[in-house]
């Protein structure tokens, strides 16, 4: 067999898309140069990698077993780009980040501070939740991730670098926001908003609940930080959120931090990379960079202990 390394990209669109149309609109290709590249690969391989079925194609167990090596393949050519560069030193680069969608609201700093010191670096910035995360660092070429503690036995290399405390959160007008203290069993007669089972977030305070025996009541499940927020002030129920995410509403007094017992959730901030990957000069500069200056540029105070 003869494969391209662009056949290879190709195919990785397809599969990842399911559909050559769109992944010529990722490619910017036409879908005819899409389908030909792909015909002249089942030719390479011999065997058939797609099923037509109506307008969609599926791929056969050929396909699956090629993408698997093609997902190596395009590891192990980024490795080799990696080193290469490195004799270059740190003049340019690409970096390519998954951040959780909590630390989207302190990323972005973080990245423009690193950009300034390295003002020819290209920053692609991708947001999900944890689980689509961790799927992501074993399955594709990202650089790093910022995201909460992952599984301690996943095949990851994780580093702390920032605190990442989670509160619990009401409407100003809420009878709990004038308490001065408020015991955690207290919580066990109201109802929370929380993120969908993925998150991060929702996992840790449902194990914090847990641990202190109480019952977590979960009433109603949100896909973003900002539904969250936007339901606890018209006052559907609490929230449990990091205080990363609350500064503008605090600053306008449009969510109240509350002063419960056992809270904040003390969690931590993680840099994180697969086990095994040769990081690239850019990405091991940001990787020190965040565990050298994402206190100072991040921390914050939480307004209930002050």
């Known amino acids: ?61 050929a396909g699956r ?29 690409e970096l390519d980040l998954v951040v959780a969608s909590t630390a989207n609201y302190f990323a972005p700093k973080l990245i423009a501070a690193f950009c300034r010191q390295h003002a020819k670096v290209q920053v692609r910035l991708q947001v999900s939740n944890q689980e689509r995360i961790l799927d ?85 499940e949100m896909s973003s930080n900002e539904a969250i927020k936007q339901a606890v002030e018209a006052g559907l129920g609490l929230g449990i959120l990091s205080l990363h995410t609350l500064e503008l509403e605090l600053a306008m007094q449009r969510l109240a931090v509350l002063n419960v017992e056992r809270f904040p959730i003390m969690r931590q901030w993680f840099v994180v990379h697969r086990k095994g990957k040769r990081l690239s000069t850019v990405a091991q500069a940001f990787l020190d960079f965040l565990i050298r200056e994402a206190r100072p540029l991040a921390s914050l105070q939480d307004p209930a202990t002050t």
């Open 136 to 220: 992501m660092l074993t399955t594709s070429n990202k650089d790093l991730a910022i995201m909460g503690q992952p599984p301690k036995d996943s095949e990851l290399v994780a580093q702390t670098f920032l605190d990442n405390p989670l509160v619990v959160i009401a409407a100003p007008t809420h009878p709990l926001a004038a308490k001065n203290r408020i015991m955690l069993k207290h919580l066990e007669r109201e109802t929370f908003i929380t993120r969908e089972p993925g998150s991060g977030t929702r996992k840790a305070a449902e194990r914090h609940f847990s641990r202190y025996g109480v019952e977590f009541h979960s009433v109603m």
């Open 1 to 61: 067999m003869h494969l391209t390394i662009r056949q290879l990209q190709i195919f990785d669109a397809v599969m990842r898309r399911q559909s050559f149309t769109r992944a010529a609109d990722v490619l910017h290709l036409t879908q005819p140069a899409v389908s030909m590249q792909m015909r002249q690969l089942e030719e390479q391989v011999g065997v058939p990698l797609f099923d037509q079925v109506g307008k969609q194609i599926q791929p056969t167990d």
């Open 65 to 93: 077993e090629l993408h698997r090596h093609a997902i190596i393949i395009a590891a192990k050519m980024q490795d080799l780009s990696a080193a290469m560069e490195e004799f270059s030193g740190l003049r340019r680069g």
